[in-house]
Each structure stands twice: as structure tokens, then as C-alpha cells.
């Protein structure tokens, strides 16, 4: 059993994960309309992530008894076309991302709710994961100059990730 400000809290989180979804399927349309095919598919991939995040909460919720409550989704908010500022965008997004799960720890150690403390450390840990992977694409943006040609490769190189998480959500469980 969560308490009713955990739950609370945790519905706000998938809404946030959901919205991470939505952001890189949007991000994903910008670069595939641009002829960013491989960047497109990483943004895809992206996007399946982030709604295993908000599944595993949402099965969470529902293991400990505490209701789900779907909120509505914002528009994805990014102007960027290019695609140093795009992953720029990805990294700050991440950025807030992490802050928010990490408010979510916070309030699992006051409230010593240790199951969820327990489930948020996936989080904390997958974080840092999110965070070094748009890292290494800046980086790599910067050394290969921006340059046309260094665009083409990397479009190339981020087309090859493959899914990481289950492809159905029926496979996605909350604590395990
Ligand atoms: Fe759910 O980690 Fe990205 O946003």
C-alpha cells in the first residue's frame, strides 16, 4: 500500500513519462519528414522506452492496490530542427527527468515506503543511463565537426539501436 500522496505523486510521473513518450514520437516525425531516417528510428526506439517507464509505474500502482488516474497529455513542446539543438533538447528533458524521479525517492525515504523506494532506484539508475546516452551523441555531434557528412554517419550509426524493453505491455511488471 502506497499512502494517497505517493499515489498521487506516481500518476503525475507516468503523465510525465507519457509526455516523454509523445515528445520523442514528435521529435521522431520532425526527423523522418527531414530525411533523418536512422535519428527517426532512434527517437522511435525512444519513445517505446518511455512508455515502458510509465507502464512499470502504472502496473506498480496497481499492484499495491492505489488507482490509476490517466491525465491528459501536453503537446510535445520543441521547436529545434537541427540536430545538435534537437539532442540538446533530449539532454535538458532528461535533465528535468531526473529531477523529478528523484523527488520521487525523496518522498519514499520520508514516507519510509521502501517498495518504492526500491522500484525508484530502477529509475534513478535508468536516469543516468538516459542522460549519458544523449551525452555521447553531443559529443559525438562535436567531434564530428557538425558537418554534413558526420550527420550522415551518425544517422547511420543511431538506426542500428535495436528495442531494449519488451515490445508489449502486457510482458511490463511494476516491481519485478
Ligand atoms: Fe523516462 O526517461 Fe527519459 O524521459
Same mark, same amino acid.
Given at each position: 500500500?502506497? =499512502?494517497?500522496?505517493?499515489?498521487?505523486?506516481?500518476?503525475?510521473?507516468? %503523465?510525465?513519462?507519457?509526455?516523454?513518450?509523445?515528445?520523442?514520437?514528435?521529435?521522431?516525425?520532425?526527423?523522418? $519528414?527531414?530525411?533523418?531516417?536512422?535519428?527517426?528510428?532512434?527517437?522511435?526506439?525512444?519513445?517505446?522506452? $518511455? *512508455?515502458?517507464?510509465? *507502464?512499470?509505474?502504472?502496473?506498480?500502482?496497481?499492484?499495491?492496490? =492505489? =488507482?490509476?488516474?490517466?491525465?491528459?497529455?501536453?503537446?510535445?513542446?520543441?521547436?529545434?530542427? +537541427?540536430?545538435?539543438?534537437?539532442?540538446?533538447? #533530449?539532454?535538458?528533458?532528461?535533465?528535468?527527468?531526473?529531477?523529478?524521479?528523484?523527488?520521487?525517492?525523496?518522498?519514499?525515504?520520508?514516507?519510509?515506503?521502501?517498495?518504492? #523506494?526500491?522500484?525508484?532506484?530502477?529509475?534513478?539508475?535508468?536516469? #543516468? $543511463?538516459?542522460?549519458? %546516452?544523449?551525452? $555521447?551523441?553531443?559529443? +559525438?555531434?562535436?567531434?564530428?565537426?557538425? =558537418?554534413?557528412?558526420?550527420?550522415?554517419?551518425?544517422?547511420?550509426?543511431?538506426?542500428?539501436?535495436?528495442?531494449?524493453?519488451?515490445?508489449?505491455?502486457?510482458?511490463?511488471?511494476?516491481?519485478?
Amino acid at each position: 500500500m502506497v =499512502s494517497k500522496k505517493m499515489s498521487d505523486r506516481i500518476n503525475e510521473q507516468i %503523465n510525465k513519462e507519457m509526455y516523454s513518450a509523445y515528445l520523442y514520437l514528435a521529435m521522431s516525425a520532425r526527423m523522418g $519528414e527531414a530525411g533523418y531516417r536512422g535519428i527517426a528510428s532512434w527517437l522511435t526506439i525512444q519513445y517505446h522506452e $518511455e *512508455m515502458f517507464h510509465a *507502464m512499470k509505474f502504472y502496473h506498480y500502482l496497481q499492484d499495491q492496490g =492505489s =488507482s490509476v488516474q490517466l491525465k491528459a497529455i501536453a503537446q510535445p513542446d520543441f521547436k529545434e530542427t +537541427a540536430i545538435k539543438e534537437l539532442f540538446q533538447h #533530449v539532454l535538458e528533458h532528461e535533465k528535468a527527468v531526473t529531477r523529478s524521479i528523484h523527488e520521487i525517492m525523496a518522498l519514499a525515504l520520508e514516507e519510509k515506503d521502501f517498495a518504492t #523506494v526500491t522500484l525508484d532506484q530502477w529509475y534513478v539508475n535508468e536516469q #543516468v $543511463e538516459e542522460e549519458k %546516452n544523449a551525452m $555521447e551523441i553531443l559529443q +559525438a555531434i562535436e567531434l564530428l565537426g557538425n =558537418s554534413p557528412q558526420g550527420l550522415f554517419m551518425l544517422n547511420i550509426e543511431l538506426g542500428k539501436r535495436s528495442l531494449g524493453v519488451p515490445s508489449s505491455f502486457l510482458e511490463i511488471k511494476g516491481g519485478d
